[in-house]
């Protein structure tokens, strides 16, 4: 049977989600902005203690802006582009490829009974989603 993109992407959603995965973009150039920003103008205003004032409340909002910003990796992965999903696509049918299978639901219930294979898929997606998006994983609630 030939094996869909979406199919995969779907497997890989289902070994996520049984880990309940979230993510978070690393987004440090803007909190740079923010506290370089916020730091200027207290150096504006206030001199070179209105600089150090603005600087240490600047760095305080940008780690505030750029925290806690997680999604469900399953919404990531479906949201990706038609070329990251095809490259996703193949290392993972690399992985289930030998299986014999005839629809997603028994692919899945395939993957799910077997302990080396749920995880095989469970690290490419922990990998691509830290080395390829270079995003923060966080398990659980």
Known sequence: MPVMVEDIMGLLCSVSEGKKM??????????????????????????????????????????????????????ILMELPAAEKQKLFRKATAIVGHLDWTDIVQLTALVMGSEALHQQLLALVVNYITTELRAEIQYGD
């Not at 973009?25 to 203690?49: D, E, I, R």
Request: charged share 5%.
């Open 22 to 75: 979230k993510a978070a973009f690393k987004h440090s150039g803007k909190g740079a902005l923010v506290t370089g920003a916020v730091a200027f103008v207290g150096g504006l205003v206030g001199g070179p203690p209105g600089l150090a004032v603005g600087g240490a409340l600047g760095g305080l909002l940008g780690a505030w802006m750029t925290s806690g910003q997680f999604k469900p990796v399953p919404q």
